[in-house]
Every structure is written in C-alpha cells, then in structure tokens.
C-alpha cells in the first residue's frame, strides 16, 4: 500500500491537539455528518487555542472569543486575508520545527510565506493520498511517465506548486519525468518543443502517463501541436490529467474547462473522466479536486463559507462572495481560517449528480484589481512570445 496512506501523522502536542489529530485520522475523504461536524468544531477550537498561545498577532485577533459552539458558530471565526501572508511572516511553531518554508510565486512580486511544520505536511500529504486512492489513482505497479507544468527543482526553488509537482509523483511508479518549466541555468523557460517531444515519447512507449501543473502550459502545448500539422497522439487511456492553479495573465487566451477538455481528448485521446481540475493554495494546502462531474466538492477536514463582498456576513448556498477555508489541521501557522481574494459560490451534493455526499463550490474569478501575484500568475509570465 502507498506509504502515504499508512505512514503515521502526528500532532506534535497529543495532549494539546488530540482533537486535531482525531479529526484528521478521519480515513473517509468526503463525509460531512454530524459525527464529523463535532469533531471539526472540537478541533477548531484546539486549533483556536494553540494558535492565540503561540501567536500574538492571532492572540489579538482571537482576542478571547468564546469557544465554537455549532456550526453557526462558524459565522464569528476570525479569518485572515490570504493577501496577509504577502506582507508578513506569522508563525505559531519555533523556525528550527519548519520542515517547509513555501512561497506562493515567483523571483518577483508579492509573495505569501507559509510554514509547514513536519505534522501539517504530513496531514496534508495524507490527505491527497486518500483522496488519490478514493478515486482509484493509486498504482503501486505500474510504471507511467510524467510531465509536469511546473518548475524544475532546483534548491533555491520554494514554490509551492514545485513541491506539489514534485509530490505527485508518489503515486505511481516513475518511468520518466519531464518538466514544461525547464531550468536554463539562470532562470525558468515553457519549453513548448520540449513538451511536445516528450508526449510523442510517451505515445510510442504506450505506458501510461499522468501530466500535473498550470494548464495554460498543457493548452499552449496543444496550440503548438497543432501550428506544426501534427497528428494526434493516442496516449494509454489510464493517463491522467490533473490541473492546478489558474490562467491568470494569459486570461484572454484562456479556454472553458470543457473546451480544454475536448481538445485534450481529441489531441491526446484522454477520456474527460481521466482529467480533473483542482484548486488550492499555499495559504491553505487543503486538496480540492474534481469529481467525475468536474465539480470541487468540500473534503472531510475542511468546511467553506461563501461572504458577502459587501458585507462580508455569510451567504446561503447559490450565491457569490470571497471564498473562505476552514480547517483546524495547520499547527505551524495561525492559517486554520482564510479569507481568499477569489468569489465563489457554494452548492448543496445534490446539484452536482455524483455520489460524493459534500458540498461543493465554484470559482467565478478574482474579487477587483490587484498587484499581487500566484504561483500562476509568475507562470504565466514564461508563457509570453513562446506559445
């Protein structure tokens, strides 16, 4: 079995956080039910309760409330702006417990600073790996080849989505990898030939393969494909295709999900069900990862609320506001509740159609006009006079 899936996660206080630690052992990657409610406010407030005795700018902001008494309850949490881990370094763990030190984009710009100490990307790890294998992705067997639209390693790399790149290779025997963000010696480059060769390798191996990172990447590389009159690829029809991160400054090129789709499966020959998209961020690495339905339904160790751009009081199902994560499984930063600059809308189970039993949301873009920058956002940067 996956080592992901077996090896032990543990909280580093079990007297403080047996909450946490019982929350997140849930094995189920979608049940939200009244067990499971209970459990995630217990923890939250442990959560609650770790972060205002090691974080004084939590502390403050915590500043003596009540503990989670129901999910209503969830309407006074205090939250942070995503845009706070821009500006500041906040941790609730000391430096020398930091196993990761991730940003969320590129040489320039404003990037967030998140700390992962060796529990928080444990728990997070095990968390895709159960969502992976929930779906059936997880071949201990079968060697595949992998292309991944995100940045080579490299030891001064810190972006998150290199990490995850990096990461999602533990599911499957590796027969090769290849990069669509090569290093050139002083930088990164979209190396569109580069991808192009890669493919046509994988269709003549006839082994399966699973393409991760920003898909702007995989549709400029279909773009290419077709400028040079090149024929279909028949790829093995257990690939997979999982996005990450957006289209962000290439938004004006950008194709509907089902578009993109169709092309993958006519130029590729993926089957739709064998590419999922996913969203997420170094400020909440909670994974949220289409159904068969391309919807992104809410996972057990994490709950949504949907705030009024207004008003910023929660919102019912169906209608659009900033995006907030709750999750009480980070240890190493005051992150357990995130106000995103993204609007969003959330959706009962039972308007999606498949039989995953949670809610789940949609993203219906950025909230205003910003500088700030994404992990996407400096990708998209590479993709300029190369597509």
Same mark, same amino acid.
């Given at each position: ?7 032990? &996660? ?7 956080? &047996?909450?946490? *630690? ?18 995630? !406010? ?82 997070? *790890? ?11 992705? =997880? ?56 991808? =192009? ?43 997979? =295709? ?24 006519? *130029? ?17 690495? =909670? ?51 995130? !106000?995103?600059?993204? !609007? ?44």
């Amino acid at each position: 079995m996956n080592p992901h899936l077996t090896s032990p &996660a543990l909280v580093p206080d079990p007297a403080l956080l &047996a909450d946490v *630690q019982r929350f997140c052992d849930i094995a189920e990657p979608y049940r939200h039910d009244a067990g499971t409610d209970a459990l995630f !406010l217990a923890a939250m407030n442990e959560a609650n309760a770790w972060h205002a005795a090691r974080s004084p700018f939590f502390a403050s902001l915590h500043d003596g409330r009540p503990p989670l008494a129901s999910m209503a309850d969830l309407a006074g949490q205090p939250y942070i702006h995503a845009n706070f881990f821009k500006a500041h370094e906040v941790l609730s763990v000391p430096r020398d417990e930091v196993a990761v030190h991730a940003t969320s984009s590129g040489t320039t710009g404003q990037k967030s600073q998140m700390f992962w100490d060796a529990w928080t990307l444990r728990a997070g *790890q095990r968390m895709v790996a159960r969502i992976f294998d929930h779906y059936g992705w =997880i071949d201990d067997t079968t060697p595949v080849h992998y292309l991944l639209y995100t940045n080579q390693p490299r030891p001064d790399v810190k972006l998150g989505s290199s990490f995850t790149g990096q990461f999602m290779t533990d599911f499957a025997p590796v027969a090769s990898v290849d990069y669509g963000l090569a290093h050139t010696g002083t930088t990164h480059e979209f190396d569109a030939f580069g991808c =192009i060769r890669a493919l046509r390798r994988f269709a003549e191996t006839g082994a399966p393969v699973r393409i991760f990172g920003f898909p702007a990447f995989l549709s400029f590389t279909l773009d290419r494909m077709r400028a040079l009159g090149l024929p279909p690829l028949e790829l093995n029809p257990r690939s997979l =295709i999982l996005f990450g991160g957006g289209w962000k400054g290439n938004a004006d090129r950008q194709l509907a999900k089902p578009e993109l789709y169709r092309r993958i499966n006519a *130029q590729l020959g993926i089957p739709d069900e064998r590419i999922r998209d996913g969203f997420g961020s170094v400020e909440h690495s =909670i994974p949220y990862l289409e159904c068969r339905n391309h919807r992104l339904h809410v996972p057990t160790w994490s709950r949504v609320l949907i705030r009024s751009v207004r008003t910023l009081e929660p919102l019912p199902y169906g209608e659009r506001g900033y995006l907030q994560f709750l999750s009480p499984y980070i240890t190493s930063a005051p992150a357990q509740s995130v !106000l995103m600059g993204d !609007l969003a809308s959330l959706h009962p189970h039972a308007e999606c159609g498949c039989d995953t039993p949670t809610p789940w949301f949609e993203i219906h873009g950025r909230a205003g006009l910003t500088r700030n920058r994404s992990c996407a956002i400096a990708a998209a940067e590479l993709l300029k006079d190369k597509s």
